[in-house]
């Protein structure tokens, strides 16, 4: 129940294409749904984060689409670029504390 | 811009040694989390700490892990007897009262040989 699901597990992308990376949960307490970027020998850095009362939230080439009742949510890059190359994950926060469940990340590379 | 540090950024130890893993959160941040991420795999929560005690943790923060924050600044991770799963990288993540932004560090590699 606390496990977050994300797939795919690695995706290519052409420069200026779309990258989707979508993610699903279960439990219904999770109130806080952040993707963080990770590069090789760095730490998770926020991109971008959405609650559970909108549908969409935009930031610049980054959107997060949110379906409440399918409980899944998805991550657009769009015009993506070479230097979006790195692992996202998606994670959850549960209305009951502060610990991020996160899912299990998705390899982008994206070719010049 | 303000940031969490952590330090050492590689520790490698012998298995059964103890380990401090050491952090510094963002100074004006109330809320200190530790995560670890096993290579290849994903990024996993250990513990949370908030107004000097543990708040949550995981069913991985057993009797051999401790946290500490020995004084204003500084925020630590004791693996009290290290095994070779401990191998991992280490991530220190702290938050504003009011906040739900997690903001992390650039991890500490720990190697247990």
């Known amino acids: 129940q606390q496990q977050v699901k994300q797939s795919p597990q690695s995706l290519i992308v052409q420069k200026g294409g779309i990258s989707i990376i979508n993610c699903a949960y279960e439990?219904?307490?999770?109130?806080?749904f952040p993707w963080y970027q990770q590069f090789p020998g760095k730490g998770p850095a926020l991109l971008i984060a959405?609650?559970?009362?909108?549908s969409e939230k935009k930031e610049g080439r980054f959107t997060i689409s949110f379906n409440k009742s399918a409980k899944q949510f998805s991550l657009h890059i769009m015009d993506s670029q070479p230097g979006d190359s790195a692992t996202y994950f998606c994670?959850?926060?549960?209305?009951?504390?502060?610990?991020?469940?996160f899912g299990g990340g998705t390899r982008l590379m994206v070719k010049p | 811009e303000p940031e969490v540090t952590q330090t050492p950024s590689h520790q490698v130890t012998q298995m059964g040694q103890e380990v401090i893993l050491r952090c510094v959160p963002i100074?004006?941040?109330?809320?200190f989390y530790w995560y670890r991420q096993i290579l290849g795999q994903k990024v996993e929560f250990l513990v949370s700490?908030?107004?000097?005690?543990?708040?949550?943790k995981s069913e991985i923060f057993d009797d051999q892990f401790s946290v500490e924050r020995p004084d204003g600044s500084n925020f630590t991770l004791k693996i009290r007897s290290t095994k070779l799963e401990d191998s991992a990288m280490y991530f220190c993540?702290?938050?504003?009262?009011?906040?739900?932004?997690?903001?992390f560090g650039p991890g500490t590699r720990l190697t247990v040989l």
């Open positions: 993540a702290s938050t504003a009262q009011g906040s739900h932004e997690q903001f």
């Open positions: 439990n219904t307490a999770f109130d806080y």
């Open positions: 959405i609650r559970p009362d909108v």
């Open positions: 994670a959850a926060r549960s209305n009951a504390g502060n610990m991020l469940t």
């Open positions: 100074s004006n941040h109330l809320y």
């Open positions: 700490f908030y107004n000097n005690e543990i708040s949550e």
